[in-house]
């Protein structure tokens, strides 16, 4: 397997990911996202904070640069091969640069957001039919909760799950990719957890 491709694979998933929309947008509306709300730097405060003109960019830039993240992993074009089972190994490796360079952003002193939005994007490059079961879920749990953190985390545990079946055919290193994003996310929503539990998370308004 070529070390190089794979690390360069990394660091443009990461440097992609680095580009925190929601800091971005934030600044141009002249706030700093992480100083408002919830103080994450990702969709949900931005819609809270700043409106839904400002969540739609920071929509757009998430899902975006996750999409651009895994084009690169293609194009650097390294594979993992088990029996009929293929993996793009340098696609999880840039997709999982770009969730990492998004809630610990170089340019923005390692303080970013989440991670969902742009997990789900690189899912959808990887296997868009548990990429399609994760959204639905997560509609579903938000429609009958109200509770974003709730639908994001209810969701990723829906994925890791789902993606150790067999039917979805993926190798070894898809299942160490999954788990990797669960972590981040479930490790990321941590206060949101706490809030859950304790009743004290804010609902959201339709």
Not at 73 to 98: K, R
Not at 122 to 142: E, H, K, Q, R
Not at 146 to 156: D, Q
Request: net charge positive; hydrophobic share 55%.
């Amino acid at each position: 397997m070529d070390i190089l491709k794979l690390f360069v694979a990394l660091a443009a998933g990461y440097f992609l990911g680095s580009l925190n929309t929601a800091v971005i947008v934030g600044k141009i509306y002249g706030k700093d996202i992480r100083s408002h709300g919830s103080k994450s730097a990702g969709l949900t405060n931005t819609l809270r904070v700043l409106g839904k003109s400002a969540a739609m960019f920071v929509l757009i830039g998430d899902i975006l640069k996750g999409i651009l993240a895994c084009i690169i992993g293609l194009l650097l074009g390294v594979y993992f091969y088990s029996g009929e089972m293929m993996d793009s190994v340098s696609l999880l490796v840039a997709g999982a640069g770009a969730v990492i360079g998004h809630n610990w952003p170089v340019y923005f002193k390692f303080k970013g957001g989440k991670g969902a939005l742009t997990a789900v994007a690189v899912l959808f490059m990887i296997n868009w039919m548990i990429a399609l079961l994760c959204i639905l879920f997560f509609i579903f749990i938000i429609a009958l909760t109200r509770y974003v953190s709730l639908g994001t985390i209810s969701a990723t545990m829906l994925i890791a799950i789902i993606s150790f079946i067999p039917v979805f055919g993926h190798t070894l290193y898809f299942n160490m990719f999954i788990s990797l994003i669960t972590f981040i996310v479930i490790f990321k929503h941590r206060g949101n957890i706490q809030r859950l539990l304790s009743g004290t998370e804010n609902k959201l308004t339709f």
